[in-house]
């Protein structure tokens, strides 16, 4: 459910308002009508004589807040303590939920009007945490989602889900030798290593230099990787076997 008000210690994406000599005032882009405030002395670390070295009108920046003031609406931020790797993050995060949005308004369209989009929005952003996050889960584990909720809206949400986000893919990579001194060694091995290699199920076989050979997994989580990773190997090893060769399992990359 969203909230009124940030809470101390988040980020919070910023639109800078009006730059003075003492400090900045901002929009906060996540709570519409809500201003902020950020002191020169939390524009940057060290001395700061002039603040438009660091910010300017119009410019999107991510804060930390550092005091709520619910009685009085004033909410004190920071620029200093958002470290670039924090920044990235955020910034993707608030895109998701602009894109979340629009998904939603698709989704409106698309189910009956006496449906309560704002309870089924509501109980989405509880058990995901973001409504990006619900839209991510329902393309990523479709099943799942099925079991989690129940209605006729569930199906549309899964159809906007899939026709707007790309599934997210984890990748291992492991690495096999094989060894074979059997005059038809060559293809025997190419036997082995095109029995597992598929990429349309995310298996991909690479040559690093005899005897060893990469196999790249991408899956939906680490489990499934993991599975096909045992899986590719095992058909590997066990074909190799049965031309007289020895294939071995190395040991995954990193």
């Known amino acids: 459910m969203r909230r009124d008000y940030p809470e101390v210690g988040d980020l919070v994406v910023c639109t800078v308002e009006t730059v003075h000599d003492y400090g900045v005032t901002v929009s906060l882009d996540e709570y519409p009508g809500k201003k902020g405030f950020i002191h020169i002395s939390e524009i940057a670390s060290g001395w ?11 410019q999107k920046i991510v804060c930390q807040v ?12 920071s620029l200093k303590k958002v470290n670039e790797h924090q920044k990235r993050e955020k910034i993707q995060e608030w895109k998701n939920e602009q894109k979340a ?9 698309r189910i009956k009007k006496r449906t309560n989009i704002e309870k089924i929005v509501n109980e989405l952003e509880e ?5 990006y996050g ?4 329902a393309v990523n584990f479709e099943d799942k989602f ?43 091995i190419k036997e082995a290593l095109l029995k597992v290699h598929d990429p349309n199920n ?31 190997v095992e058909t590997i ?8 060769g020895i294939a071995e399992f190395i040991g995954k990359e990193g």
């Open 48 to 58: 700061v004589k002039y603040i438009r070295d660091y910010v300017r009108e119009g």
């Open 66 to 77: 550092i005091d709520v003031n619910k009685e009085k609406g004033h909410i004190d931020l």
């Open 101 to 109: 949005m629009k998904l939603l308004e698709i989704f409106k369209e």
């Open 127 to 131: 058990k995901y945490e973001t409504l």
């Open 134 to 137: 619900a839209f991510e889960y």
């Open 146 to 188: 099925r079991q989690n909720h129940s209605g006729e809206w569930v199906e549309k949400f899964i159809e906007v889900a899939k026709e707007n986000i790309e599934p997210v893919k984890v990748k291992v990579s492991g690495y096999v030798e094989i060894i074979s001194y059997d005059k038809n060694a060559i293809d025997h």
């Open 202 to 232: 995310g298996v991909y076989i690479h040559y690093v230099g005899a005897p060893r050979y990469r196999i790249d997994i991408e899956a939906k989580d680490y489990k499934e990787a993991e599975d096909k990773l045992k899986k590719a």
């Open 237 to 244: 090893i066990e074909t190799v076997k049965k031309k007289n």
